[in-house]
């Protein structure tokens, strides 16, 4: 089944008529593919206890995002990831990836693997949000210009090897930056199972 066979067939779904509703009712469009349109990701939480139930009913819920409507303002919470791709928008697709693997690079971090700037933990798009929302802080060693870590990062992480001081580096701004970054930005963001 391909993927637009699979959405239409869910789209009877009890589920993603939930979603459909809560979506329109909170929206100024009075069409799901308009009001679709109107949503922006404005959070992400994780839910250890996976006792989160999305609006649309699903429970058991990991990622719990809050989606607010560009145009009115209005927010819904929680959403479950799989209704975020229900919306067939790919800035909410990749956005969803992104936050989701933010906290699995916490969960790396609080479990002190032996983290490398390799495919496992890291993704251009995910170096990309990281430069965005300011992980990369100015060093000395950068000559006080984040960019230039977001662009080694970057620069490296599309190179097939890398020289032993290459990685030296790379591993010192995981540690150093992102890492107290992450702990800090993803707090309060994390409930834990007993």
Same mark, same amino acid.
């Given at each position: ?6 959405m239409?067939?869910n789209? %009877?779904?009890? !589920? ?5 509703q809560r979506?329109i009712d909170?929206?100024?469009s009075?069409t799901w593919?308009?009001?679709?349109l ?7 939480e994780e ?5 989160a139930s999305c609006i ?5 819920l990991? !990622?719990? =995002?809050?989606?607010? #409507?560009s ?11 799989s209704?975020?791709k229900?919306?067939e928008?790919?800035? @909410? #697709? $990749? ?6 693997? @933010? ?6 971090i609080? %479990?002190?693997?032996?983290l490398? @700037? ?9 170096l990309k949000h990281?430069h $965005?929302?300011?992980? =990369?802080?100015?060093?000395? !060693?950068? &000559?006080?210009?984040p ?6 990062m970057?620069?490296? &992480?599309n190179k097939r ?8 580096k ?10 107290? &970054? ?5 707090? %309060?963001?994390?409930?834990?199972s007993q």
């Amino acid at each position: 089944m391909s993927g637009g066979e699979y959405m239409k067939a869910n789209r %009877n779904s009890a !589920y993603y008529q939930n979603l459909t509703q809560r979506v329109i009712d909170s929206s100024e469009s009075d069409t799901w593919e308009s009001a679709a349109l109107e949503w922006e990701i404005f959070d992400c939480e994780e839910d250890g206890t996976l006792e989160a139930s999305c609006i649309c009913g699903k429970q058991n819920l990991r !990622y719990l =995002f809050t989606i607010r #409507n560009s145009i009115n303002e209005n927010m819904l919470y929680p959403i479950g990831s799989s209704c975020i791709k229900k919306f067939e928008r790919a800035d @909410l #697709n $990749e956005t969803a990836s992104v936050r989701e693997q @933010l906290f699995k690079l916490l969960h790396a971090i609080e %479990n002190n693997s032996f983290l490398t @700037l390799s495919s496992e933990f890291f993704s251009r798009k995910l170096l990309k949000h990281l430069h $965005e929302i300011g992980a =990369f802080k100015p060093t000395q !060693y950068n &000559f006080y210009k984040p960019e230039a870590d977001y662009q080694f990062m970057l620069n490296m &992480f599309n190179k097939r090897s890398r020289t032993l001081k290459q990685e030296k580096k790379a591993t010192a701004i995981i540690l150093n930056s992102i890492k107290p &970054f992450l702990q800090k930005l993803l707090q %309060n963001k994390v409930r834990r199972s007993q």
